[in-house]
């Protein structure tokens, strides 16, 4: 036939030609774990290693919790609040080695960061069943046994809590978790991964084939979405101080405590921080809410490394000057 190509050119042609690269293998799960939803995405040349990953990533996360739960009473974390006031006590690493890290987070946020918050955190609980506001009295002796500098942690790993001390690591567990967890997906040959704890405290490294980064919708503190970010190679923390609140003698408070005052925050907020690891971009994205946009972006500002996002009750946003940039910010509002 006129203009068909012969039998050699095609036979050519095809030994020519490179073969088309396998695509990479993706597994992916969900489980309950540290009183939300993980899920864990990873991406790699083996589908069999990463089924296998995935396991180990959440045993691990089930190992830490059970170390770091303050509501459990024979947790590490629990023994210690017991212990508190009687002296050193031996933990283990991990959780020596993030109170550590708490307490100079602490320093760090000008105390608007602490986990010695937990005699607050029972003071405001017992006032929400009993649907009374403290009085001055037990809020003042609430605060008298809040402060992170007040942590010891030995060389040997051994740690101390003064007395009537409680350490809560809610605000920061999560995050610590996730870092814990990447060190373990070299084994795997794991090209990239998105790890994420209920869309609160997410780490994102590398990218899914064919984009820049892990596309993220971030929701608007009073329903739908402010917009979407691509992150990559970076932590996010997201953190609103209504997450959960209560009402009491007709005020409306926050879940979110100011550990220098004691009181619950009242003014409805959401912070969004990248940072270079997620246990940082946690406890920033709480101190952001406390400290409030001025004095919250700057310190965020001044961090390397990290970009912050505050959001009010309408959507109006205030951001850290490379927030746009490192995160590839996309408004859904005109406002965000």
Same mark, same amino acid.
């Given at each position: 036939?006129?203009?068909?190509?012969?039998?050699?050119?095609?036979?050519?042609?095809?030994?020519?030609?490179?073969?088309?690269?396998?695509?990479?293998?993706?597994?992916?799960?969900?489980?309950?774990?540290?009183?939300?939803?993980?899920?864990?995405?990873?991406?790699?040349?083996?589908?069999?290693?990463?089924?296998?990953?995935?396991?180990?990533?959440?045993?691990?996360?089930?190992?830490?919790?059970?170390?770091?739960?303050?509501?459990?009473?024979?947790?590490?974390?629990?023994?210690?609040?017991?212990?508190?006031?009687?002296?050193?006590?031996?933990?283990?690493?991990?959780?020596?080695?993030?109170?550590?890290?708490?307490?100079?987070?602490?320093?760090?946020?000008?105390?608007?960061?602490?986990?010695?918050?937990?005699?607050?955190?029972?003071?405001?609980? /017992? *006032?929400?069943?009993? $649907?009374?506001?403290? %009085?001055? &009295?037990?809020?003042? @002796?609430?605060?008298?046994? +809040?402060? #992170?500098?007040?942590?010891?942690?030995?060389?040997?790993?051994?740690?101390?809590?003064?007395?009537?001390?409680?350490?809560?690591?809610?605000?920061?567990?999560?995050?610590?978790?996730?870092?814990?967890?990447?060190?373990?997906?070299?084994?795997?040959?794991?090209?990239?991964?998105?790890?994420?704890?209920?869309?609160?405290?997410?780490?994102?490294?590398?990218?899914?084939?064919?984009?820049?980064?892990?596309?993220?919708?971030?929701?608007?503190?009073?329903?739908?979405?402010?917009?979407?970010?691509?992150?990559?190679?970076?932590?996010?923390?997201?953190?609103?101080?209504?997450?959960?609140?209560?009402?009491?003698?007709?005020?409306?408070?926050?879940?979110?405590?100011?550990?220098?005052?004691?009181?619950?925050?009242?003014?409805?907020? /959401? *912070?969004?921080?990248? $940072?270079?690891?997620? %246990?940082? &971009?946690?406890?920033? @994205?709480?101190?952001?809410? +406390?400290? #409030?946009?001025?004095?919250?972006?700057?310190?965020?500002?001044?961090?390397?490394?990290?970009?912050?996002?505050?959001?009010?009750?309408?959507?109006?946003?205030?951001?850290?000057?490379?927030?746009?940039?490192?995160?590839?910010?996309?408004?859904?509002?005109?406002?965000?």
């Amino acid at each position: 036939m006129r203009g068909a190509p012969s039998l050699a050119c095609v036979l050519v042609a095809l030994a020519c030609a490179s073969p088309a690269p396998e695509p990479p293998a993706t597994a992916s799960d969900g489980r309950q774990a540290m009183g939300t939803v993980l899920e864990l995405t990873l991406v790699g040349p083996d589908a069999e290693a990463l089924a296998d990953a995935l396991a180990r990533l959440f045993a691990e996360v089930e190992r830490l919790e059970a170390l770091l739960s303050d509501w459990d009473p024979a947790s590490e974390v629990g023994r210690l609040n017991a212990s508190a006031g009687r002296g050193r006590r031996s933990v283990a690493p991990e959780v020596a080695e993030l109170l550590g890290r708490s307490r100079a987070l602490t320093r760090l946020t000008h105390g608007s960061f602490d986990v010695t918050v937990g005699p607050l955190v029972a003071l405001w609980r /017992e *006032a929400g069943l009993r $649907a009374e506001l403290p %009085t001055r &009295a037990a809020l003042a @002796s609430a605060l008298r046994r +809040v402060g #992170g500098e007040g942590i010891f942690v030995g060389a040997d790993g051994s740690v101390a809590l003064p007395e009537g001390a409680s350490v809560t690591l809610g605000g920061v567990a999560k995050g610590y978790a996730l870092d814990r967890l990447l060190p373990l997906l070299g084994a795997a040959r794991v090209e990239a991964a998105l790890l994420s704890f209920g869309q609160s405290s997410t780490w994102a490294l590398g990218a899914p084939p064919g984009a820049s980064g892990w596309r993220l919708l971030a929701r608007a503190p009073q329903g739908g979405f402010a917009g979407v970010l691509t992150l990559r190679d970076r932590a996010l923390s997201v953190s609103g101080s209504f997450g959960s609140f209560s009402e009491i003698e007709g005020r409306r408070l926050g879940h979110v405590l100011d550990p220098r005052s004691g009181e619950p925050l009242v003014e409805e907020s /959401e *912070a969004l921080v990248v $940072a270079p690891d997620a %246990t940082l &971009a946690e406890a920033l @994205s709480k101190a952001l809410l +406390v400290l #409030g946009a001025r004095e919250g972006i700057a310190l965020v500002d001044g961090l390397p490394g990290c970009e912050a996002l505050l959001l009010d009750a309408r959507g109006r946003g205030r951001r850290t000057r490379g927030w746009d940039a490192a995160v590839a910010w996309e408004p859904l509002g005109p406002q965000a």
